[in-house]
């Protein structure tokens, strides 16, 4: 059975750091895109950021572009959402996301679009409050 699991969360007070691992058992995750997304109340789910199988194409939305950085480590099995200079706006549950592509993965990397996703963890909560 695919699982993803999160972990990393917390509070935080604004310009602090974060680093959210994800971490796959069941399947290994060699050969699936991963994602980063999050929802704040009653907000949609949106798109932070998303890493290619191989990890050599990655994406983020523009709001996270120079303060968040995703990695993957294939060998552990654990994709990594590093989250620097945080702001209040950045308070939601993040979740992580598999998918296996099958062609055009940079098309979905380049998307971020939650309905391209099929596993999903349990989500963990990030808190920016001073």
């Known amino acids: 059975q695919l699982q993803l699991v999160e972990s990393g969360g917390g509070l935080v007070q604004p310009g602090g750091s974060l680093r959210l691992s994800c971490a796959a058992s069941?399947?290994?995750?060699?050969?699936?895109?991963i994602g980063w997304f999050r929802q704040a109340p009653g907000k949609e789910r949106e798109g932070v950021s998303c890493?290619?199988?191989?990890?050599?194409?990655?994406n983020y939305a523009d709001s996270v572009k120079g303060r968040f950085t995703i990695s993957r480590d294939n060998a552990k099995n654990t994709v990594y959402l590093q989250m620097n200079s945080l702001k209040p706006e950045d308070t939601a549950v993040y979740y992580c996301?598999?998918?296996?592509?099958?062609?055009?993965?940079?098309?979905?990397?380049?998307?971020?679009?939650?309905?391209?996703?099929?596993?999903w963890g349990q989500g963990t909560q990030v808190t920016v409050s001073s």
């Open positions: 996301a598999a998918t296996l592509i099958l062609g055009n993965e940079e098309g979905v990397v380049a998307g971020m679009r939650v309905a391209d996703f099929s596993s």
């Open positions: 890493i290619s199988s191989s990890g050599g194409s990655t």
């Open positions: 069941g399947f290994t995750l060699d050969y699936y895109a």
